[in-house]
């Protein structure tokens, strides 16, 4: 039951775009497509952004998107904005387990 | 519309027990498994476990195999977390949440907030 590998920080432009990664192993991320993203800000609850690698619940920008190669999944954000600015965590089925990446901040410059 | 409310904040002694609550409503409340977990301050958030609410099976993260206890009521729709023989490191917020499918997290509770200190 390792954690799953984030960077522990990201930054970027207003406007631009970026790729978060996170990293696992060929018993969790790379066997399932049942990676999902949670954004948190401070003082709040985890909010789910991407689920099943790449889909997107309702209400959720279509600037997210979520994709998967190998054992590392990706998170990008498109058209960056200040609201983007938050800590975003990956997370995998292992199956009767579920692991976490360690969590990335993103800061928009 | 779903709510998962928990129970309010606890201050423990090293070596004491806590047991944190999680009310769900909107929704049956045996058609989903509910996982806990927790974060503590500054840190990532770390998963505990699931429990079923059907037949009350439950599963572990190895690291609180032996200290963890998860269950349900069925009589008052409510889940619970104990979690016994405290340390400093215990000291975080609690969250319970709901699973989706198989894997994901639509549903949080507003988390509890547990601190363990002499």
């Known amino acids: 039951q390792s954690a799953l590998t984030q960077p522990a920080s990201v930054s970027g432009s207003p406007g631009q775009s970026i790729t978060l990664t996170c990293t696992g192993a060929?018993?969790?991320?790379?066997?399932?497509?049942?990676v999902s993203w949670y954004q948190q800000h401070p003082g709040k609850a985890p909010k789910l952004m991407i689920y099943?690698?790449?889909k997107r619940p309702s209400g959720v920008s279509n600037r997210f998107s979520g994709s998967k190669s190998g054992n590392t999944a990706s998170l990008t954000i498109s058209g960056l904005q200040a609201e983007d600015e938050a800590d975003y965590y990956c997370?995998?089925?292992?199956?009767?387990?579920?692991?976490f990446g360690g969590g990335t901040k993103l800061t928009v410059l | 519309q779903v709510q998962l409310v928990q129970s309010g904040a606890e201050v423990k002694r090293p070596g004491a027990s806590v047991k944190v609550s999680c009310k769900p409503s909107?929704?049956?409340?045996?058609?989903?498994?509910m996982h806990w977990l927790r974060q503590a301050p500054g840190q990532g958030l770390e998963w505990m476990g699931w429990?079923?609410?059907?037949?009350?099976?439950?599963s572990y993260a190895q690291k609180f195999q032996g200290r963890v206890t998860m269950t349900r009521d069925t009589s008052i729709s409510t889940f619970s977390m104990e979690l016994t023989r405290l340390t400093n490191d215990d000291t975080a917020t609690y969250y319970c949440?709901?699973?989706?499918?198989?894997?994901?997290?639509?549903?949080w509770g507003q988390g509890t907030l547990v601190t363990v200190s002499s």
């Open positions: 949440a709901r699973e989706e499918g198989s894997s994901w997290y639509a549903y």
């Open positions: 909107g929704y049956t409340f045996t058609d989903y498994y």
């Open positions: 429990i079923s609410p059907n037949t009350g099976g439950t």
């Open positions: 060929s018993s969790d991320v790379g066997r399932y497509n049942l």
């Open positions: 099943e690698v790449t």
């Open positions: 997370s995998s089925y292992a199956g009767s387990w579920r692991v």
